[in-house]
């Protein structure tokens, strides 16, 4: 009898003592708010490989991107030693690069700063203003955010069409329209949908599903791709992580 309850208390504490051994396995706290009352999305975020290699992968289940047949025959022709993204030029949007990533918000302006590639940096305008009527295409766009409860809603446009999606090389016209929708639902995660409207290339518009973590008690890192960048003489063929490898 007394082995049976040294037995069932030894039962009864080990989830307790895997919790104490396995803080990540604790529940995350609330996400922080700024002083206006708005989630802050401020931090240091891991990259969602379904937004490096293959778009594909970050639709839901049994979806497939709606390319015009233009755009999958550009698709199935590019090279990845092609992908400018290769070439230490930005990645554009929705696109990450496989580094950390982290965001700086105040009360006017998002900020996207970006470990890989060349360092570059995203501005989102939380202040109110609109598109300008004519925006100059540049690789991030022009974007402006508004809160829809806990939601950040960005809204992006004025892309210029020479970065590719994702290392599949999925194209895109300067008819791209970019609407994210942020959320964090606790300290450690964040959700994102991001709808992509491009008539120029796609038949219709799709929405991406991506998801991102804290990392905790870490800092970006100086990574200048341009430095002694020598992968591009030894890519051959297409990436392998996309289904037109296969």
Known sequence: MKKLLVALTVALM?????????????KAGPAPRTVDGHVDFSGIWSPDRNFIYDLHDALNKGESLPLQPWAEKVARERLSKDDPEAQCLPTGVPRQAPYPWRIIQTPTHMFF???????????????????????DPTWYGHSTAKWEGDTLVVDSV???????????GHPHTKQLHVVERYRRPDVDHLDYDTTIDDPGAYTKPFTLHGHSTYQHNDELMEYICNENNKDVAHIVGKDPRNRYAK
Do not use: M, T
């Open 14 to 26: 080990l989830p307790v003592l895997s919790a104490a051994q396995n803080p990540a396995a604790k």
């Open 113 to 135: 700063l970006f470990e890989g590639n060349i360092h570059s940096y995203r501005q989102i305008f939380l202040d109110g203003r609109n598109h300008p009527d004519d925006p």
């Open 158 to 168: 004025g892309f210029n069409d020479r970065f590719w999606f994702d290392f599949a």
